[in-house]
């Protein structure tokens, strides 16, 4: 749990969000903040940041720091200053695209490296579930990268029509502060706002993720 928590009701929390160009991973987050979606792809140069507050489960309110990180900053001198005080990484990958799964490894063992071997709250999450039927990423294939990396279920998402976005979001969320989901509780929006980077602070890895039904 995020060293920013304390006994008051509010809680911080950073979240960083990593994987290859044209995931989805900016129309992700871009659909869980404001549930917004555009089919125009404009990359992201160096990263992009976001605050959404939520509230939880007992009357948690959560601010949430997102760091929306460009796919081209695998191996780049800033990568390690988007990590500062990282609380929860979410990798994002394409299910129609196989090789955007393959390089999660890649971007698995750059976070050891950059948080020196230490843990960290991870999720893996493949977007474009729309698209069941363009799938390359097999689903055994997906299942051996879990029991492998020591992770659990993987969460299918669609930033284009928001199937399974929230709810995976704020069910990741959850986990972290160990809270029950309060499926009544509705999400509040917030503005699109620049943060400051962080000294980078280790934490337990329970890479975390879940699989959901696919209509």
Same mark, same amino acid.
């Given at each position: 749990?995020?060293?920013?928590?304390?006994?008051?009701?509010?809680?911080?929390?950073?979240?960083?969000?990593?994987?290859?160009?044209?995931?989805?991973?900016?129309?992700?987050?871009?659909?869980?903040?404001?549930?917004?979606?555009?089919?125009?792809?404009?990359?992201?140069?160096? !990263?992009?940041?976001?605050?959404?507050?939520?509230?939880?489960?007992?009357?948690?309110?959560?601010?949430?720091?997102?760091?929306?990180?460009?796919?081209?900053?695998?191996?780049?001198?800033?990568?390690?200053?988007?990590?500062?005080?990282?609380?929860?990484?979410?990798?994002?990958?394409?299910?129609?695209?196989?090789?955007?799964?393959?390089?999660?490894?890649?971007?698995?063992?750059?976070?050891?490296?950059?948080?020196?071997?230490?843990?960290?709250?991870?999720?893996?999450?493949?977007?474009?579930?729309?698209?069941?039927?363009?799938?390359?990423?097999?689903?055994?294939?997906?299942?051996?990268?879990?029991?492998?990396?020591?992770?659990?279920?993987?969460?299918?998402?669609?930033?284009?029509?928001?199937?399974?976005?929230?709810?995976?979001?704020?069910?990741?969320?959850?986990?972290?502060?160990?809270?029950?989901?309060?499926?009544?509780?509705?999400?509040?929006? !917030?503005?699109?706002?620049?943060?400051?980077?962080?000294?980078?602070?280790?934490?337990?890895?329970?890479?975390?993720?879940?699989?959901?039904?696919?209509?």
């Amino acid at each position: 749990m995020s060293d920013s928590e304390d006994d008051s009701n509010e809680k911080q929390l950073k979240v960083v969000v990593l994987g290859d160009s044209s995931v989805g991973k900016t129309n992700l987050i871009k659909r869980f903040c404001y549930d917004e979606y555009s089919r125009s792809y404009t990359p992201t140069i160096g !990263a992009d940041f976001y605050i959404k507050r939520i509230t939880l489960a007992e009357n948690k309110e959560i601010n949430i720091r997102i760091t929306d990180v460009s796919g081209s900053e695998l191996n780049k001198t800033m990568f390690a200053t988007y990590l500062f005080k990282a609380d929860m990484i979410f990798l994002v990958y394409d299910i129609t695209k196989s090789e955007s799964f393959d390089s999660l490894i890649s971007w698995l063992r750059k976070i050891d490296e950059v948080l020196d071997n230490r843990t960290i709250f991870i999720a893996v999450i493949g977007n474009k579930c729309d698209l069941e039927h363009k799938r390359s990423v097999r689903l055994d294939k997906t299942n051996s990268f879990i029991t492998d990396n020591k992770l659990s279920n993987n969460y299918f998402v669609s930033a284009r029509t928001g199937e399974n976005v929230n709810s995976s979001f704020v069910n990741l969320i959850s986990k972290y502060f160990n809270l029950p989901l309060d499926k009544q509780r509705p999400i509040i929006k !917030a503005e699109l706002v620049p943060t400051m980077n962080r000294k980078i602070q280790r934490r337990k890895v329970m890479a975390t993720n879940q699989s959901c039904m696919i209509q």
